[in-house]
């Protein structure tokens, strides 16, 4: 009788856990088998993702010359060139003691 009592309160019995035992053992099963299948999806899936990576920066590597002469360069003519761009970047007093200032001042001498 006092079994069943001490089972009907929430407390463990010889051999049995308690509900908040088996709560903790289910969330504990359940965090590993997210974790395993975490890993299985890394180990998965890393292999093609290298791949499409590559792919990516290799064709942007060939392609980059026509993207920037279709797209940054018109922008750049926009703004007044490189230079003044630059300049807008920087403003006019700070331009000169940076290395894009410096890019700036050489950009300048090259357009005269």
């Known amino acids: 009788m006092a079994d069943k009592d001490a089972h009907q309160d929430g407390s ?3 051999g049995n856990p308690s509900p908040g035992e088996h709560k903790v053992a289910v969330q504990t099963v359940t965090a ?3 974790k395993v299948a975490r890993e299985a999806a890394i180990a998965a899936l890393a292999p093609r993702v290298k791949g499409v990576v ?3 920066v290799a064709s942007l590597a060939t392609q980059a010359p ?3 002469k279709q797209y940054l ?3 750049l003519d926009d703004a007044g060139g490189l230079s003044a ?3 807008k970047f920087t403003g006019q007093g700070n331009a000169k003691r940076t290395i ?3 890019v700036i001042r050489r950009t300048d001498n090259v357009d005269e």
Request: hydrophobic fraction near 35%; glycine fraction near 14%.
């Open 12 to 14: 463990a019995t010889e």
């Open 85 to 87: 761009f630059g300049k």
């Open 66 to 68: 026509g993207l920037y």
């Open 73 to 75: 360069e018109p922008m």
């Open 32 to 34: 590993e088998m997210k």
């Open 100 to 102: 894009l200032g410096e």
């Open 54 to 56: 590559t792919s990516l």
